[in-house]
């Protein structure tokens, strides 16, 4: 997988790689399906860092950088891998690599924040050395409550 900066050209494709509200509600809890390029405009204005990863031109995954205070810390968000290409390391290849952006563009540790009940991402980026250090309380798209789970990464380095 290549990444590259993500461009408005790209928002579409990146739109398509979210298949359901429930889906968004995990990659952006303040999105409305579908996700369009719109929203991605909005997100462009607010965010840094927007990368996509493309195999044979094809985009297959997405996320980017908010909160970013240089020398001390930088979360990885909208994080998404194409229903087709899950499950092939896609997913830790974006993280290291939005990871490493963190703490080399910007000397800032990585953080990130995953609901309790997304369980692939959960125990992949605990896989890959973030721990957890705060939980908020949220509400879902049925109105339940679900855990925030705000985790930060405990090394010098992703590998």
């Known amino acids: 997988m290549q990444f590259l900066p993500a461009t ?16 968004l509600y995990l990659v952006c809890p303040t999105g409305h399906y579908p996700w369009d390029e719109e929203q991605l405009q909005a ?4 965010r840094q860092e927007l990368t996509v990863g493309q195999i044979d031109s094809t985009i297959v995954a997405f996320s980017n950088l908010y909160d970013v205070v240089p020398q001390q810390s930088a979360f990885i968000g909208n994080v998404v891998v194409a229903k087709a290409h ?4 896609l997913g830790k290849c974006l993280i290291q ?8 563009k910007y000397q800032a540790w990585p953080h990130l924040s995953v609901f309790n009940n997304n369980t692939r991402a959960l125990l992949l980026y605990t896989e890959l050395g973030f721990r957890p250090y705060g939980v908020e309380s949220k509400l879902d798209l049925n109105q339940d ?3 925030l789970i705000h985790m930060k990464y405990g090394a010098n380095r992703l590998g």
Do not use: F
Request: with cysteine; hydrophobic share 30%; charged share 20%.
């Open 145 to 147: 409550r679900v855990a």
């Open 97 to 104: 690599h939005m990871a490493q952006v963190c703490q080399t």
């Open 86 to 89: 899950r499950g092939k390391g």
């Open 43 to 46: 997100i462009a204005t607010q």
């Open 8 to 23: 408005e050209n790209h928002y579409g494709a990146i739109g398509n790689l979210v298949d359901s509200p429930e889906e």
